[in-house]
């Protein structure tokens, strides 16, 4: 069974406070993303990485950052929480290949900023 | 005008009901597409995965593609409580990104 597995279900933070988020997966998977989940406009991919030390800008990347040293650990970083920041947010991963294959999801994040 | 379209809902239906769940995209590239269910609090998972167009099924669950109209659907025969959910529609092209709908939510009522 794939698991992919994030570090909180719930997080409260500050304004302004430097947040990280930490994503596992136990497949092996190459590629792994990051979104964000808001009522009315869905998943919105944040960042991507295909391979340790890759990453790639998904359509809402300002004020998030990533990091990928090891191929099972995705990090998503917040440099300075703000209140727009608070959403859900969803871990996946999917195997590399000519189309997208299925992604596994993680339980997700509900990250609140006040 | 997003990628993705659809319907957010909610669509309430009695147990036992047939739903269908559509949505429309704009973009020609896409080749591959989905459909994930999302419990709430809890992440998607897959449903159904189908490449190009045509009908694809599994248990009470039918996926359909037209891409000449740039339309697919799920279909879910005898609805049950436990399909209460938010059914979410995915598609791609040649790489790894998928592009979501916004989500559907589904209430199944005795």
């Known amino acids: 069974d794939v698991k992919v597995t994030q570090s909180s279900r719930y997080l409260v933070k500050r304004t302004g406070e430097k947040v990280f988020l930490e994503c596992v997966q136990d497949m092996d998977h190459e590629n792994m993303f990051w979104y964000r989940q808001d009522p009315g406009l869905g998943l919105r991919l944040i960042y991507f990485?295909?391979?340790?030390?890759?990453?790639e800008k998904g359509d809402i990347p300002e004020g998030y950052s990533v990091s990928r040293e090891k191929k099972e650990r995705f990090s998503l970083i917040l440099e300075s929480a703000s209140t727009n920041q608070t959403s859900m947010y969803l871990c996946a991963s999917s195997l590399i290949g000519g189309g997208p294959y299925e992604q596994y999801f993680g339980p997700g994040t509900r990250l609140t900023v006040t | 005008q997003k990628e993705v379209e659809q319907d957010p809902g909610p669509l309430s239906v009695p147990e036992g009901a047939i739903v269908s769940l559509n949505c429309t995209y704009s973009?020609?590239?896409?080749?591959?597409f989905m459909w994930y269910r999302q419990y709430s609090r809890k992440g998607p998972e897959l449903l159904m995965y189908t490449y190009s167009s045509g009908n694809k099924e599994d248990g009470r669950f039918t996926a359909q593609v037209d891409k000449s109209s740039k339309y697919i659907s799920l279909f879910i025969r005898d609805s049950q409580p436990s399909d209460s959910a938010t059914y979410l529609c995915a598609m791609g092209g040649t790489a790894s990104k998928l592009t979501f709908g916004t989500g559907t939510r589904l209430q199944v009522t005795l």
């Open positions: 973009n020609s590239a896409f080749q591959y």
């Open positions: 990485s295909y391979d340790v030390k890759m990453k």
